[in-house]
């Protein structure tokens, strides 16, 4: 997402809070915030995108996931 740098914090942790959120990241560059989004369908995922706050934001669908991350030491070998 493109979100002015005066505003970065407020709407990272604003975005953090909702359900479907699973993290958030401030970056650099033009699009200088990032959430990770797990959402149902594509139609809760337009319901998301449409109701963003931000000037811009750039989305991209990951179709399958082939390691998911967790917590050091938490999976079993």
Known sequence: MTVPPGRLDDVGRVLARHPMVHGTLATTGVTNLMAAVWCRDLAGLYAFV???DVPSAEVTVVA???K???RPGSQDI
């Open 68 to 70: 998911r991350g967790g």
């Open 64 to 66: 399958r996931a082939v």
């Open 50 to 52: 449409t109701g963003l």
